[in-house]
């Protein structure tokens, strides 16, 4: 097994001259973008999934990963030849409030490779204490590193712009988590993920050096990120942060197309690349809910709800933009980027709307129509996912039937009020479809190109990961595969493309879930 080290960040950034000396010890870096890092070795890794396409994609045949070298490598027990484990400094605004260094507490990256001309880091999460590492972090649970694991590939295969996942390793170590924050600590089996990425590069690595009055770590830091992860603007920094407020922008709008919530927008979980990162706390909104929230943490609060990602996007580049006025060639630069987020977003909204309800063109009329849905979509609790594929089936407003498996009180449609709310809409929505002179199976296909059957719910990660902690794989394999064709309706998998089931909708892990998740 080789693989093709090319390590930039270690070598052109700043390094913590003590992490060699402090041994992993939790403390302020300073002046330094990295720390070398160690890994912590475990006692019985094993193998339970991988990607193969992201395995080909770094450099490594099917035989490379099932090899024990692999195992060990990717558990952290053993170094490759030209690896130099790291973890890096950064900061962040957490809940709309600064909460100085962070950094990677619980990842350690092994380095930067290089294959068919793309570059990946190759991340560890859960792979032991690093010099940033908070009270008991360092290691993850399984349940965390499964939900990890299937929501960088799902995510991947839904078209939205992410993190991907190479393995999942069982560590054979237990570690303690007190899930929901309630003083139950417990014991759980621990598991370690290799992600990948071009760059982990977050907002919040500007940030700290900042907040710090460190412009020159930051200027340098700024300089490297251009040049290594935006080699086409030659180092045009008034581009480069044009380019990441216009991939956030997309980001968010592909979040809301598949009906995702992240759960944890803090800028320290903001991607430069305008990646999906930090699978934590997620969801898939079940009955559309625009203040709904998979996180525990945030459930008095909603900031970070269904409805307010976009609006935390901007907040989040704010931030962004605040931490680099002391190194931007001028503020306009700034503001010209800011300003540009808004009419990606406003643009891409109308796009997005649009795909999701098979619409050639948008008008403004069609505002009044997506909101009059929406509203009644809310009130009527129905599926987000359900309703827009089974849309598609529909010809007029006599299809109601059709749509019926996506509410969750279907009952209620018993009520004259309501049943005829619904009838109207689907009038004006054919109306609307009949004037664009399109056939039934051209605009059913497009609609299905754009709203997936198959989305990762909750309940069903829950499920494969209560299965694992037994000792059964099987049902996580099935979650694998089903995830690589999203879009593609399979008799074999029927079960997986209905709506969350009663049972799971307050139960723990399967709706709501806490940061440490």
Request: hydrophobic share 40%; with cysteine.
């Amino acid at each position: 097994m080789k693989l093709n080290f090319d390590n930039r960040l270690t070598r052109e950034l700043p390094t913590d001259e003590l992490a060699e000396q402090t041994d992993n010890q939790p403390r302020q870096v300073y002046q330094a973008c990295w720390s070398v890092t160690q890994p912590t070795p475990v006692s019985h890794p094993t193998l339970l999934a991988y990607s193969q396409e992201v395995a080909e994609s770094v450099g490594l045949t099917q035989a490379d990963v099932l090899s024990d070298v692999f195992v060990q490598v990717f558990s952290g027990n053993q170094l490759m030849e030209g690896m130099l484990p790291f973890s890096t400094c950064y900061g962040g605004h957490q809940f709309g409030h600064w909460a100085g260094q962070l950094g990677d507490g619980r990842a350690i990256s092994l380095g930067e490779v290089v294959h068919n001309q793309q570059r990946f880091e190759l991340q560890l999460k859960g792979a032991g204490p690093t010099p940033y590492s908070r009270r008991a972090d360092g290691r993850a649970v399984l349940r965390s590193s499964i939900r990890e694991f299937l929501c960088s590939e799902a995510m991947h295969y839904l078209g939205v712009p992410t993190t991907r996942a190479l393995s999942l390793i069982a560590t054979g170590d237990d570690v303690v988590r007190d899930m929901f924050y309630d003083g139950r600590a417990a014991a759980e089996p621990g598991a370690i993920v290799c992600r990948v990425a071009p760059s982990f590069i977050r907002f919040g690595h500007f940030e700290i050096f900042a907040q710090r009055g460190d412009f020159q770590t930051l200027t340098k830091l700024v300089e490297f990120t251009i040049n290594r992860d935006f080699p086409e603007l030659n180092g045009d920094f008034a581009a480069w942060f044009k380019t990441i407020c216009e991939r956030t922008a997309i980001l968010v709008n592909e979040w809301f197309r598949v009906g995702f919530v992240h759960g944890v927008m803090n800028t320290d979980n903001m991607s430069i690349l305008g990646l999906t990162i930090d699978y934590g706390p997620y969801g898939w909104v079940d009955n559309l809910d625009f203040g709904w929230t998979p996180n525990t943490t945030d459930a008095n609060g909603k900031r970070y709800a269904f409805g307010r990602q976009a609006g935390v996007a901007r907040w989040n580049l704010q931030k962004l933009a605040e931490a680099l006025v002391a190194v931007a060639p001028s503020q306009q630069a700034l503001i010209d980027g800011l300003a540009h987020f808004d009419q990606i977003h406003a643009d891409r909204l109308a796009t997005t709307l649009a795909g999701k309800l098979g619409l050639l063109t948008w008008c403004d009329a069609d505002n009044d129509l997506v909101n009059a849905l929406f509203q009644w979509m809310q009130i009527l609790e129905v599926d987000y996912t359900v309703f827009f594929r089974r849309l598609a089936d529909t010809q007029s407003a006599a299809d109601i039937e059709v749509i019926l498996p996506a509410f969750y009180q279907p009952e209620l449609l018993e009520d004259v009020t309501y049943r005829t709310m619904v009838m109207d809409w689907l009038d004006q929505y054919h109306t609307r479809i009949a004037s664009q002179d399109e056939s039934f199976e051209a605009r059913r296909n497009r609609m299905n190109a754009v709203n997936p059957c198959f989305v990762l719910r909750n309940y069903l990660a829950q499920q494969a990961i209560e299965a694992a902690e037994q000792g059964d794989l099987n049902k996580l394999h099935e979650l694998q595969k089903v995830l690589s064709t999203p879009y593609v309706d399979l008799p074999e998998f029927q079960h997986l493309y209905e709506k969350r089931p009663e049972w799971a909708r307050h139960k723990a892990g399967a709706s709501m879930l806490s940061c440490s998740s």
